[in-house]
Every structure is written in structure tokens, then in C-alpha cells.
């Protein structure tokens, strides 16, 4: 080995080191390199914040509406108030921050391949470090300007697209986690640019993506029924095999009817503006309810509707929310099941208790808790014995359900008005038959095979007590999502990679404004076909990482 590649090991050995990374993704360290080498951006920046004001001064715009789903706290019944507003979609959303001038066009050219210190060639350098450090503030000063972005007008709409540079900056760093494309996913183990991976990121559950009956089912379907039904549930797009599994699924509830849709997205989308479509209905959403149900509420607002937030999971605080609504007001009290992004299970007993005493309406989205709780995988209802008790249930085929699609429960009369009253499901395209096939043959498995319900709990309770005996910070998960809390966008990227590159183990981080500041998490996902041996490396990753970044 030559001197100049002994030096180049030696460095890039260095750079990888513990001590050298926690030094260089520590909060105080970046902010010192930041403030001394960014000084001329800032001062600048601050120039452009003050002009801004003044313009608004001058010419009276108004400040712009703060999207309440990419706030954290504000207007939020029974909420503390917080310092500032959070950039986020609403939960469960991960993302990468909108930036306007890019940490590439500032840096060094040499420094735009390298990463904490590290370039393509391994060597360390400064050039790195200050990538790293720019990195963060950067991060942090344009995910606070996300919304600004996106309210460049002009002759040409296509503005903002071309000063949108964070997601070609991450990718040219060589950090950007989001959009990887596999090349098969066979459940606990996927395959990745060629190379096999544990997977820890997906939400099939109980394993049946891969089911011999729900393969079988789908080819079947194909073969009889044809790729789709090009039409509507409306006009052409509806057949038997939809119906049979809206049979089937709320005979599975214990609810009076079901509707089948395309999606589980166009679930919350469809059933909130077809019942809130008036000035008199009020949207009362959990504040960390998933995005398709901020985007139904957003379609109900167009038409009138009110949207009240109250804090997060906290009865006290929906019947506060609900005693100040009008008496000629009607309300739909809206939450999920399990919370995608934490792993939490809402205080439903709380929230029916609630909703009764009000006399409002509860629709929950089981998305995520279908085949992960309750009797029989029957989802959050069921698992506090509630299921009478909550008018509409719904959710998608896409977790457990190993499809594609959406589904809802509840009385006959209100899923017939919803399937002709909302737009997004009257004229979208019909579920595909190999879809619905799939959804049901995996409904099917589901209740023959309860040995994989059983086998998800006992992987994600293992899974949960050893990450904490490590260190790490949880939350309040109860469920198959456990969340890893690492509350540092650039930590949680490194991390990511560290454990993909170095570990062969695929996670999801979830930074801002996908999550609140401070709330950056790697989000692992856990399925009842995962053996002892996937979650066994997943930990020896997870310590030797977490070690390495100051995590634990």
C-alpha cells in the first residue's frame, strides 16, 4: 500500500470514527461552524426577512395562513404554546425540507461529494466538515421557509419547482433516503440496488404479500375478471367480487354494510366531504391524524365545513373543543386507530365517552391497526370492546390487507349516501379485481392463520424491550411501529445511512417537516414473518450505531 493510500485509509478511518462523528453532528459544534462560516448568508438572509416585512408594511399584504396541518401546536385545543409554528404534513408524513439556495451552491465544489468530512474517495477533509455543518443550518433556516416556497407566483408556475434544490443537493451528498426503488421486497428481507437487506421499514404486517393464497387469488382474478374495470364504482366498475368483500368486511366488524375504494387515501377523502359539506358541520380532528384526513377536511372547508384540532389523543381536551361548538353546528370527531408515525394506540374509551356525552360522530381509521390489535387482528374498536360504539371504521388494504385499496364500515345509510354524494369516489376509478381479490383472499388468511397476529406481538414486544434496554428513546408505542427518537435532522439521515450502508438493515427516517422539530425519528416497522435472526442483526446494528452517533 502507497503512503498517499495509507493516509487516505488512516483519514477516512478517522472521519468514521465515533468520537469524530458525535463531534461533528453535536448541536453546539455545528452551530459554532455555521455561525463562523456562514455569517455573509445570514446577515443576507435576515436582509431578506426584513425587506419582506417592510414590504408587507408598506403595501399591507397579509402575512400567509399558516396551514394548520403543518402546524404543530397552533389552534390546538388543550395545546401548551410552543416557542414557534412546525413545518409538517400532517402525521406520518416523512420529507425533506424546501430550500431556496442550496448548501452545493454555496460549498467549495470540492466539497459538494463529501459527507461529515468524507469524500468519494475517502479521504477527510475541512470541506467535508463544512458540508456537515452548513448542512444543518441550512436544513434548519429553509425547513422553517418551506411554506415561502410555496407561495412564489409569478407569470410561470413552474417557479418554485426550479428553486426547489433540496432533494438534488441530498442526492448529489449522497444522503437522500426517500424514493430508493427496490428491486423485489419479499417481506423481512428485500433486495436494494443488488444487495439484500433486512427489512425494517414496510407495513406488511402479518407477511402476505407473498401468501400462496393471496398470490393464487390475485392471478385467478386476473385471468377471469381481467386487469381493471376502466369505469367508476358509478357506471361500469362495479362487480360481485366488490361486493362480496363489503360483505365480508363488515360482517368481520360486526357493522351493518361496507364500501370498497381504490385506495385508502380516497377513504378519509371521500367519506369527510361527502358528510361535511355544509357551514354548519365541524371536522374534529386529532392534531397528529394522518394526512389523507387533513387533505378530507381540506375538500370539506371548500364547502363551508369547520376544522378543529384539540390535543393529541386527550379527551379532556376534545370535550373541550366540542362544548364550544354551535348547537346548530354537527360534529365528526375524527382519529386514527394507531398513530402511523408513533406506534400509539388512541384513548378510544376516552374519546367514545366524549363523542357520546356531545352527541357527535366518531369515525376511526384503522389503517394501521387492522391485523395488529384486537381479537382476531379486528383492529382499536375491538380491542377496547368498542366496536358498537364507533360509527364508521375504515382503513386500506395496503398493510395488512397486502393489496392495494381501501375499505369502510358502518351503517347501510350513511355508506349510501357517502358512495353517492362524494366526488372522489363517484368518479375515480373502481378498485382493480386482482386488488379485491387479494384484500379478501388475505382476510381470509387472517382468520385461519391467527398464528401470525400472535407472532407480530411477540416480535414487535421483543423488539421494543431491547431497543429500550439499549438506551433508546421510544415513546408510547404499543404497537408493530415503534419509532427510534433521535430529534436531529442531520443525525437521523447519517444514522439511516450508517445502518443501510454499513448494516444491511433498511429503516425510515422521518425529519422535518415530515415531523415536528425535535421529533425526528427512525421509524421500524415489524412483520410476523420476521425471525429471530432479522431482529437479532437489527439490534447489533441498532447498539453499534446508536453508539456511534451519542445516541445511547
Given at each position: 500500500m502507497s503512503m498517499k493510500d495509507r493516509l487516505v485509509d488512516q483519514a477516512k478511518k478517522l472521519a468514521s470514527s465515533g468520537r469524530?462523528?458525535?463531534?461533528?453532528?453535536?448541536?453546539?459544534?455545528?452551530?459554532?461552524?455555521?455561525?463562523?462560516?456562514?455569517?455573509?448568508?445570514?446577515?443576507?438572509?435576515?436582509?431578506?426577512?426584513?425587506?419582506?416585512?417592510?414590504?408587507?408594511?408598506?403595501?399591507?399584504?397579509?402575512?400567509?395562513?399558516?396551514?394548520?396541518?403543518?402546524?404543530?401546536?397552533?389552534?390546538?385545543?388543550?395545546?401548551?404554546?410552543?416557542?414557534?409554528?412546525?413545518?409538517?404534513?400532517a402525521a406520518g408524513g416523512a420529507g425533506l425540507s424546501t430550500v431556496e439556495e442550496t448548501v452545493s451552491a454555496r460549498a467549495p465544489a470540492a466539497a459538494r461529494s463529501h459527507v461529515n468530512g468524507v469524500g468519494a474517495n475517502g479521504a477527510a477533509n475541512g470541506a467535508g466538515t463544512y458540508v456537515a455543518a452548513a448542512a444543518e443550518q441550512q436544513l434548519a433556516?429553509?425547513?422553517?421557509?418551506?411554506?415561502?416556497?410555496?407561495?412564489?407566483?409569478?407569470?410561470?408556475v413552474f417557479e418554485k419547482a426550479y428553486k426547489f434544490m433540496t432533494a438534488d443537493n441530498a442526492r448529489a451528498m449522497g444522503v437522500y433516503p426517500f424514493f430508493r426503488p427496490l428491486d423485489f421486497n419479499n417481506g423481512p428481507e428485500a433486495q436494494l440496488e443488488g444487495r439484500t437487506v433486512?427489512?425494517?421499514?414496510?407495513?406488511?404486517?402479518?407477511g402476505l404479500t407473498t401468501h400462496p393464497k393471496v398470490r393464487e387469488a390475485a392471478k385467478k382474478a386476473i385471468d377471469k375478471y381481467g386487469t381493471s374495470m376502466t369505469g367508476s364504482r358509478l357506471v361500469n366498475g362495479s362487480m360481485r367480487l366488490h361486493n362480496e368483500l363489503e360483505e365480508?368486511?363488515?360482517?368481520?366488524?360486526?357493522?351493518?354494510?361496507?364500501?370498497?375504494?381504490?385506495?385508502?387515501?380516497?377513504?378519509?377523502?371521500?367519506?369527510?366531504?361527502?358528510?361535511?359539506?355544509?357551514k354548519r358541520s365541524v371536522?374534529?380532528?386529532?392534531?397528529?391524524?394522518?394526512?389523507?384526513?387533513?387533505?378530507?377536511?381540506?375538500?370539506?372547508?371548500?364547502?363551508?365545513?369547520?376544522?378543529?384540532?384539540?390535543?393529541?389523543?386527550?379527551?379532556?381536551?376534545?370535550?373541550?373543543?366540542?362544548?364550544?361548538?354551535?348547537?346548530?353546528?354537527?360534529?365528526?370527531?375524527?382519529?386514527?386507530?394507531?398513530?402511523?408515525?408513533?406506534?400509539?394506540?388512541?384513548?378510544?374509551?376516552?374519546?367514545?365517552?366524549?363523542?357520546?356525552?356531545?352527541?357527535?360522530?366518531l369515525l376511526v381509521d384503522d389503517a394501521h391497526a387492522l391485523g395488529?390489535?384486537?381479537?382476531?387482528?379486528?383492529?382499536?374498536?375491538?380491542?377496547?370492546?368498542?366496536?358498537?360504539?364507533?360509527?364508521?371504521?375504515?382503513?386500506?388494504?395496503?398493510?395488512?390487507?397486502?393489496?392495494?385499496?381501501?375499505?369502510?364500515?358502518?351503517?347501510?345509510?350513511?355508506?349510501?349516501?357517502?358512495?353517492?354524494?362524494?366526488?372522489?369516489?363517484?368518479?375515480?376509478?373502481?378498485?382493480?379485481?386482482?386488488?379485491?381479490?387479494?384484500?379478501?383472499?388475505?382476510?381470509?388468511?387472517?382468520?385461519?392463520?391467527?398464528?401470525?397476529?400472535?407472532?407480530?406481538?411477540?416480535?414487535?414486544?421483543y423488539m421494543r424491550v431491547e431497543l429500550q434496554r439499549l438506551g433508546f428513546e421510544l415513546g408510547k408505542t404499543e404497537t408493530a411501529v415503534i419509532p427510534i427518537y433521535i430529534r436531529d435532522d442531520l443525525k437521523t439521515v447519517m444514522m439511516w445511512k450508517s445502518l443501510l450502508d454499513d448494516y444491511a438493515l433498511y429503516v425510515n427516517p422521518f425529519i422535518t417537516p415530515g415531523v415536528p422539530p425535535k421529533q425526528q425519528v427512525l421509524r421500524t416497522s415489524y412483520m410476523a414473518t420476521h425471525e429471530r435472526k432479522h431482529l437479532d442483526h437489527a439490534l447489533e446494528a441498532f447498539e453499534k450505531v446508536g453508539k456511534k452517533f451519542g445516541v445511547i
Open positions: 469524530v462523528v458525535r463531534v461533528v453532528s453535536n448541536d453546539r459544534v455545528m452551530r459554532l461552524a455555521t455561525g463562523v462560516m456562514d455569517a455573509k448568508n445570514r446577515l443576507r438572509a435576515a436582509g431578506e426577512r426584513a425587506a419582506e416585512a417592510w414590504d408587507i408594511l408598506l403595501n399591507g399584504h397579509a402575512l400567509p395562513n399558516i396551514d394548520p396541518a403543518l402546524d404543530d401546536e397552533a389552534g390546538v385545543h388543550g395545546a401548551t404554546p410552543s416557542r414557534a409554528a412546525s413545518a409538517r404534513p433556516t429553509q425547513m422553517a421557509a418551506r411554506t415561502s416556497l410555496s407561495r412564489i407566483g409569478g407569470r410561470d433486512t427489512m425494517l421499514g414496510s407495513n406488511n404486517y402479518l365480508k368486511l363488515a360482517a368481520y366488524h360486526g357493522k351493518e354494510a361496507g364500501l370498497v375504494f381504490t385506495t385508502g387515501y380516497q377513504v378519509n377523502i371521500a367519506t369527510i366531504s361527502a358528510l361535511l359539506a355544509n371536522a374534529m380532528i386529532d392534531k397528529d391524524d394522518h394526512a389523507s384526513i387533513y387533505d378530507g377536511v381540506r375538500l370539506a372547508q371548500a364547502s363551508g365545513a369547520r376544522m378543529v384540532r384539540y390535543k393529541h389523543s386527550d379527551p379532556a381536551a376534545l370535550d373541550s373543543a366540542l362544548s364550544e361548538i354551535a348547537d346548530t353546528e354537527g360534529a365528526l370527531v375524527i382519529t386514527d386507530g394507531v398513530f402511523s408515525a408513533q406506534g400509539e394506540i388512541a384513548n378510544l374509551p376516552g374519546i367514545v365517552e366524549v363523542v357520546k356525552k356531545h352527541k357527535a360522530r395488529v390489535i384486537g381479537p382476531g387482528g379486528r383492529g382499536t374498536a375491538a380491542h377496547f370492546g368498542l366496536g358498537k360504539d364507533v360509527d364508521l371504521i375504515g382503513g386500506t388494504f395496503s398493510k395488512s390487507l397486502a393489496s392495494i385499496g381501501g375499505w369502510l364500515v358502518g351503517e347501510r345509510k350513511v355508506l349510501d349516501y357517502i358512495q353517492h354524494f362524494a366526488y372522489s369516489f363517484l368518479f375515480a376509478a373502481s378498485a382493480a379485481p386482482p386488488c379485491v381479490a387479494a384484500a379478501m383472499a388475505a382476510l381470509e388468511v387472517m382468520q385461519e392463520e391467527p398464528w401470525r397476529q400472535e407472532k407480530l406481538r411477540e416480535n414487535f414486544t
